[in-house]
């Protein structure tokens, strides 16, 4: 029997399906969260359907490839044996049990919240709607976006309301955030525990029963707000640790102190301290971005955050501190950036991945550009750069034959298969934003 009929229980029914494996499964947005999440389910013996309005992706999936680099093919074509298919028609959502949203929230270029997608999904869904269904959302997001952004657009859309208590008849909608740390395989991806905030006891219980079966733990908290908001301490701590450490880096290179080794020193703590390094400025969808969802809601509650505003400044300064690095080093070899050929090592917004998205690579090389000097990359991961949300660069990958043509290589992604010492011999100058040369001594490399 599908929920679709109203039923008195949804809760006992919606378990004994998610226990028989017959419970449908429905991915909105099939990216670096969605994609992973979908074979989760799908590994767990789901029928998974992903929905993208991004055809090339539908495409992709439907025909057994994959395009994120860390997800083979090989998987998507054993979720497909076990029933996975992608879709750009809405109207299948109508067959679903459970629908989760993993759309992008970035932002407007006024640095404000864009939730264009969430809203947009919003739309799509609500005339698809059925009673006893279970919506989460779970893009990263302000606290009260479930409830004051969601739930009215999903009302609006449909004949029917949110159920909030036992008694109450229509969907169900919860928030869990994403916990992804893409390229560490340190923890599996079903260790992670699992937060959620229901939209009522009902709707808590029924998510807690559906991420139950795929992840270890779940960890429900009163409201969605409470959900959302964890998410947000998670990243902003994130974030203003790596500009405390951003910070210093700038003080120690004056007081001449190697500041990663004094990290290295103060993580043998057994207590108190977590260690954060330092780098180039900050990238990836999340931190860089969600702290300022935050910042933008505390303004309606006439309150500043300056904690995140504080770090923001440190962090948005890092790549123009690289700059100033390059500059000075470049003097002393009485080189002006403008006319320098310059070789930045990774385009990723960290080690292994191939994810550009906010990279402090492309502002860096945007930066060099503007300073008149002649830049080429080289990553593993990109054979070519275009245009993006904030950049517009079109090159093409270089080799890594020649180094002593360039007048600087900077290191500003450290990807593992690079052979720093072998960079390192054949450079004229290195600037290593990431200490990958640590350990090795040459005069030609400037750390920052
Ligand atoms: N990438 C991460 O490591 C990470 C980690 C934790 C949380 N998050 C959060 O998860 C959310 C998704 O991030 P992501 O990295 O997967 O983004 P992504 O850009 O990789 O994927 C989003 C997908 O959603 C699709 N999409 C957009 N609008 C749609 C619509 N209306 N209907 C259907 N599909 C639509 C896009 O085509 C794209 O394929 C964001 O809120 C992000 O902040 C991301």
Redesign the pocket.
Known sequence: MSLLVATPNPIAETKQRLEDRTARIGI???????LPLALLFAEERFPVTG????AA?VEALNGGGSYIVRIAAEEIRAAQRRGFLATSDYSQIAAMDVVLI????PLNDYHEPDLS?VT??AK?IAPWLREGQLVVL????YPGTTEEVLVPLLEAGSSLRAAREAADRGFYVAFS????D?GNDTVARRDIPKVIGGVGPVALELACAVYGAIFKRTVPVSSPAAAEMTKLLENIYRCVNIALVNELKQLCQRMEIDLFEVIDAAKTKPFGFQAFYPGPGLG???IPI?PFYLSWKAKQFDFRTRFIELAGEVNIGMPYYVIDRTIAALNDRRKPLNGSKILVLGLAYKRDIDDLRESPSLTIIELLRERGASVAYHDPYFATVGRGRHYDLNMVCATLEDLDKYDAVMIVTDHTSYDYAKIVGESRLVIDTRNATKGIVADNIVRC
Not at 102 to 105: F, S
Not at 177 to 180: F, G, L, Q
């Open positions: 909105i947005g099939l990216g670096y969260v969605g929905f993208d309005i991004d992706k993993c759309v992008p929230t997608y947009e999904t799509s779970e893009s990263t997001t955030p994403e916990r992804e893409p990836g969808h999340c969600d």
